[in-house]
């Protein structure tokens, strides 16, 4: 174990501990010690918001407190029928919270299940521990694709590669040696190795950034941001109508203090689309358990709405097209080397590395390790350069170095290497010409290869002479294919950017339905307008980087593309991390899930259609809610501001605007926000919600005041006022109807359903006559119902057209 100076500072800020603990790890005393001491990891892991929090968001918002302070008035001076909407509120607040509560337990569960288990070594054997049990001087081991969880000082080396890009910016990654800091939040690209963990819990370098970014939140989206907007010209508006309002009321008051109260409170409740921000959690909420019986985690709640909103998606082959695991169907030896010689060497290079990859885990099951030579060295396999190595010394003697190629015995001691035959072969070596052929059967091939260079050369696969080819088959998902055509079917883009050799990808992409030549990433472009026009162009590229992964989605990015990303493999980190949407496999590495804002938990790559469909839902539906719920906003401030000028009472009583937003509103809103919408989500919400939200409720609130001033000098008496706000009510109710009906467009049975049901129940308030007593609805004599039937159709026609001129001259 190397040791550390105790002045020697890793970290100007924090001096790093010298590592004082054995290779054996900590025994369970002195960790017990630690755990007295505090001395643990206790960053809270990914977490939901607690019950009292749920209650709290749902609870105390503003136009809770405004509802609620005029529902306690109304309680106070006038009947319980005109107190409806408070209870109306509390029964969608109570649905707000069980939605949400049952999210949070979704998400709870399923984040159990899909938390990294660091590898940490006590008592002499690797154990896997929660991220919070590790404690202080733990020793941690690390291998490709793994994630390191605290801040530490490396203790052993072998080939250890760390990727800091995440945290420093540093675009190469980083080999790391006995003694050198390793941070938390950095993932390992290459090799393995142990590290000693010196700060943790909150200490730790990416700790508060890890809690902060991890919290379950609904805020940070598209949706949420253009709702809030929305509610604050709302009660911009609101504010001073309603003031107006009042003072108006208070003055005219032919009818009694109560009624003029009644009436004042009953011009204000509309204003508030207090339903919109419920649906919007409810949806969300909603989304989440739905994914959440497929499997599907959803880490950040945006990435429902986000990935509704994409047009592009970059897929990695392995682990995404194709399953995991492979099979070795052949070993062609290659020159002067025998198959048992090839044998041999890919038993000892497979025994060679702790965490063998796919391929070799593949080359591993074909050829175990024997009485074969053994590995003095190992170069171990990187994305970044596609190969791997190791010196092998013959167990009869022969080279002891293992380093400068050399070998005697059987002929298997010297440098070997395994990798990609085009990254290791010259472009005119014979034995590509043979790959080529496996290749275009969609075959996945590995050289073996012998080098006269020693490991440590940066040129070690220069001068390789080929030895032998490894053919491997790989394994199809019965599901890609179907996803695809999805995919297609949406008019979402699909890229399939793999580190493997362009032809194979091509020919396993044309089994699966994708059209188009495979072309080689290596003869891209490197400026990003260049490469974006090839990606636009392509749909298969092969020898892909982990950083041209990276380039490639901000190109697509640059071009006004909204692109997903989805991998397992650590090569995929830094493309995930870049995507608009990332999107992990569940038993890819620690790394990937944690960047990741979408986790398939059972490796289902059929399960992201149902992501995609439920952002659509989500984002096109409440769309529709939004466009309802701001037409009654927008007619109730122009009624208050119509009824000021006017100088004469509220035609409403909240009673009426209570049914009227129950029918119109209320009930098709919740059947509306949980449909299913194919439609892929576009951008500028607050636009598109907005241009026809205003002239819907300009309109809505003209025809309806022109009813009521009709209806003021058709009726005289005592009670007229009762029969001006029946056929008021009558107007507005037809009116809102057919917006209902506009919204509710494309047709299918069960919309028109919703809208007939709708309007059969306000038949029903009319025809019963204790319902009539109840809503103080009643409609006097033919001649003013008709007029204000007749009111609301020529309405329904403005809406018509003027809804279609707005729709071709301010397009979204």
């Keep these: 174990m190397t040791h550390i100076d105790a002045g020697e500072e890793l970290d100007p800020v924090h001096p790093a501990r010298p590592p004082s603990v054995p290779k054996a790890g900590l025994s369970a005393e002195e960790v ?11 960053v809270p892991v990914r977490g939901s918001r607690s019950l009292t929090e749920i209650v709290r968001a749902n609870v105390f918002t503003r136009f809770n407190a405004i509802i609620g302070v005029l529902w306690l008035i109304m309680l106070t001076v006038a009947p319980i029928q005109d107190s409806l909407f408070g209870f109306v509120i509390i029964a969608n607040t109570g649905i707000g919270i069980v939605q949400e509560w049952r999210a949070k337990r979704t998400l709870d569960s399923l984040a159990v299940i899909g938390e990294v288990r660091p590898t940490v070594r006590r008592d002499g054997a ?22 390191a969880v605290v801040d530490g000082v490396c203790v052993e080396a072998d080939g ?29 690209v290459a090799g393995g190795g142990a590290f000693q963990a010196t700060r943790v819990g909150r200490e730790a370098y990416a700790a508060q950034l890890a809690e902060e970014a991890s919290r379950f939140t609904l805020v940070h989206s598209e949706l949420r941001t253009g709702i809030s907007t929305i509610l604050k010209y709302v009660t911009w508006m609101m504010v001073p109508t309603a003031i107006g309002l009042v003072i108006s009321q208070l003055v005219v008051k032919q009818h009694g203090f ?32 739905r994914l959440g019986r497929k ?8 990435a429902i709405e986000g990935l509704a909103r994409v047009d592009t998606v970059c897929l990695d082959k392995t682990g995404t097209l194709t399953e995991g695991g492979m099979d070795v169907t052949e070993l062609r030896p290659l020159g002067d080397t025998g198959e048992e010689q090839a044998r ?31 590995c003095t060295g190992t170069l171990p396999f990187s994305s970044a350069r596609k190969y791997s190595g190791a010196a092998l010394r013959d167990g009869d003697g022969g080279n002891d170095d293992g380093g400068d190629g050399s070998g005697d015995g059987d002929g298997t001691s010297g440098t070997w290497l395994l990798g990609a035959p085009d990254v290791l072969l010259d472009e005119d070596d014979p034995a590509l010409a043979e790959t080529a052929r ?17 490991l440590d050369d940066p040129e070690v696969a220069r001068g390789a002479a080929p030895a032998a080819l490894v053919v491997l088959e790989q394994r199809l998902r019965s599901d890609a294919a179907d996803t695809l055509r999805y995919f297609a079917a949406q008019d979402v883009h699909t890229k399939v950017i793999s580190g493997d050799n362009a032809v194979s990808v091509g020919a396993v992409a044309a089994k699966l339905g994708l059209d188009g030549t495979a072309m080689d990433a290596r003869r891209l472009p490197h400026e990003p307008d260049g490469m974006a026009r090839a990606l636009d162009e392509g749909t298969v590229f092969g020898r892909v980087t982990p950083r041209q992964k990276r380039d490639m989605v901000g190109a697509l990015q640059s071009h006004g593309h909204t692109v997903a990303m989805t991998g397992d493999g650590v090569n995929d980190v830094l493309a995930l991390k870049d995507a608009d949407i990332g999107v992990s496999m569940g038993s890819g590495s620690e790394a990937t899930r944690a960047v990741a804002q979408i986790v398939l938990l059972d490796d289902s790559f059929a399960a992201l259609p149902s992501v995609v469909a439920e952002g659509r839902r989500v984002i096109g539906n409440i769309t529709r809610v939004a466009t309802l719920f701001l037409v009654k906003t927008v007619y109730s401030v122009l009624l208050a501001l119509l009824v000021v000028c006017w100088q004469i009472e509220y035609p409403f009583l909240p009673r009426h605007l209570t049914l009227l937003s129950t029918l119109t509103i209320g009930v098709p809103a919740f059947f509306l926000a949980l449909a299913p919408n194919r439609e892929r989500a576009r951008p500028r919400f607050v636009r598109r919600v907005m241009r026809y939200a205003i002239p819907g409720g300009l309109v809505a ?9 009709i209806a003021r000098h058709h009726y005289t008496g005592a009670d007229s006022l009762g029969a001006e706000t029946s056929a008021a009510t009558l107007t507005l109710f037809l009116i809102s109807l057919w917006v209902l009906a506009i919204i509710a467009r494309p047709y299918t049975w069960w919309r028109v359903g919703l809208v007939a049901a709708m309007g059969a129940a306000f038949l029903l308030v009319l025809a019963v006559p204790w319902l009539q007593h109840f809503f103080a609805l009643k409609l006097v004599g033919m001649a003013m119902p008709w007029t204000a039937v007749g009111i609301a159709a020529v309405a329904a026609a403005a809406l018509e057209v003027l809804w279609r001129w707005v729709g071709h001259r301010f397009p979204t």
């Design 32 to 42: 017990a010690q630690r755990v007295a001491r505090g001395q643990v990891n206790d």
């Design 126 to 147: 690797a154990v896997e521990v929660g991220t919070a049990e590790i404690v202080l001087d733990d020793l941690l081991e690390l291998g490709p694709g793994d994630k």
């Design 160 to 188: 250890l590669e760390i990727d800091e890009s995440l945290l420093t910016g540093e675009a190469d990654p980083v080999v790391k040696h006995p003694g050198d800091r390793v941070m938390s939040g950095s993932f390992v």
């Design 258 to 289: 109560g009624n003029s109260i009644a009436r004042t409170v009953g011009g204000i409740v509309p204003m508030v689309p207090e339903g919109l921000v419920l649906l919007t959690s409810v949806a969300f909420a909603i989304g989440v358990i």
């Design 295 to 302: 499997q599907c985690l959803v880490q950040e709640l945006p």
């Design 344 to 374: 041999r060497v890919l038993g000892a290079l497979g025994a060679s590395d702790p965490r063998p990859n796919a391929s070799l885990r593949a080359v591993i099951d074909a050829y175990p390790a024997g009485d074969g030579p053994r």
């Design 438 to 454: 496996l290749d275009e059967q969609g075959m996945r091939v590995l050289l073996l290869a012998r080098t006269a260079r020693a």
């Design 701 to 709: 609130g003209a025809a309806t005041f022109a009813s009521y001033l």
